[in-house]
């Protein structure tokens, strides 16, 4: 059964305070790799800010150094609101079965959850997925060596960086592996 969900956020500031240009979130049983169904939204800047929202100039100009694919990508005309964007994803994780009983994995303890989180907050709504069923995908590589991630990375080139959907598969490929490496055959 896939009760994992890796969540991937492009943002426009490093703090739980930003603001979202766009999500991605894949299905999956990260013992296997085995991957299922994904949502993948532009999110509309307009609006955030007077939601309280951060933007930073760090991250923006981070961004312009980005590939011309990447800031395109954030730019599209497919965008909807933060509000719609919540709706829509707790919506996409009550298709998928129960969501009180997945596990949402994020890159970084502080990062994409708690970002995802504080959004659903000042859209006064309630994100589907549980608090203590938040996962850190860096605590997870933490008990893996520096030196077999390195090799890892370097035998699997990354497609698609900054593309949330994209990021997603990725982190998804090497968690997999990870939980091979250790043994793990079943995640808590």
């Known amino acids: 059964m896939m009760n994992d969900i890796m969540v991937d956020l492009e943002t426009l500031d490093n703090v739980a305070t930003s603001a979202i240009v766009a999500i991605g979130a894949v ?5 296997t ?11 509309e ?19 312009l150094e980005q590939s011309e694919q990447a800031r395109k990508e954030i730019c599209s005309p497919r965008r909807i609101t933060l509000d719609q964007m919540c709706i829509k994803f707790n919506l996409w994780l009550q298709h998928l079965g129960n ?9 970084g303890c502080s990062f994409d959850n708690a970002i995802l989180r504080h959004a659903y907050r000042k859209c006064n709504q309630e994100l589907g997925i549980k608090f203590w069923n938040d996962r850190d995908v860096r605590t997870l590589l933490g008990f893996y060596p520096k030196s077999m991630f390195e090799k890892w ?4 080139m990354r497609v698609g960086a900054h593309n949330a959907i994209q990021d997603c598969k990725y982190q998804v490929a090497y968690c997999s592996q990870i939980c091979k490496d250790l043994g793990v055959k079943e995640l808590g």
Request: glycine share 14%.
């Open 27 to 31: 299905q999956c049983d990260l013992t």
């Open 33 to 43: 790799g085995e991957t299922g169904e994904t949502f993948y939204r532009v999110v």
């Open 45 to 63: 800047l307009e609006g955030q800010v007077e939601k309280g929202l951060t933007i930073s100039a760090g991250t923006l100009y981070w961004w």
């Open 99 to 107: 969501p009180s009983g997945l596990r949402m994995w994020g890159n």
């Open 153 to 156: 990375k370097k035998d699997n």
